[in-house]
């Protein structure tokens, strides 16, 4: 199943990921992809304020850090950004790949760079922005898996 939506600022951009973590019961591994600045950390944002204990949390793109985790009201929130991974055996030397079979939702910025070790039950978010509509506009399309 695949839904597509339009974002016209970063709070649309956040709602789409909040309306996702409404859905999400633990478990759950979402793919986020888009080019540099296309929102996927606003997504994120989003997601956690919907379904972290503290909405308060201040979430960051864990770009050095590869992983942030929240503490969420239903399941614990796995933040991954592997921007600076050179491929998926880096990344599970680094991390592991035991979160992706936990009951936490992990959350992986970048995900094409370690594709081919994420479940085929991943739920796949593709940002893209196209300034000829507007600087902040964003086409979020958000498959399910069969």
Sequence with gaps: MKT?????????TASVGAALAAKCRGGEVIKLSGGLGAGKTAFVK?????????????????????MNIY???????????????????????SVGLDYFEGNG??????????????????ISVFIENDPS??????????????
């Design 4 to 12: 597509i939506y339009e974002s016209f600022s970063e709070d649309d």
């Design 46 to 66: 989003g997601f956690v304020k919907n379904a972290a204990e503290n909405s308060a949390d201040v979430v960051s793109s864990p770009t050095f850090s590869i």
């Design 71 to 93: 503490s969420g009201t239903k399941f614990p929130i796995y933040h991954f950004d592997t921007y600076r991974v050179k491929n998926s055996v880096e990344f599970e030397y």
């Design 105 to 122: 939702v992990c959350l992986v910025e970048w995900a094409e760079i370690i594709e081919d070790v994420l479940p085929c039950t991943a």
């Design 133 to 146: 509509v507007g600087g902040d506009y964003r086409k979020i399309t958000v498959t399910f898996p069969d």
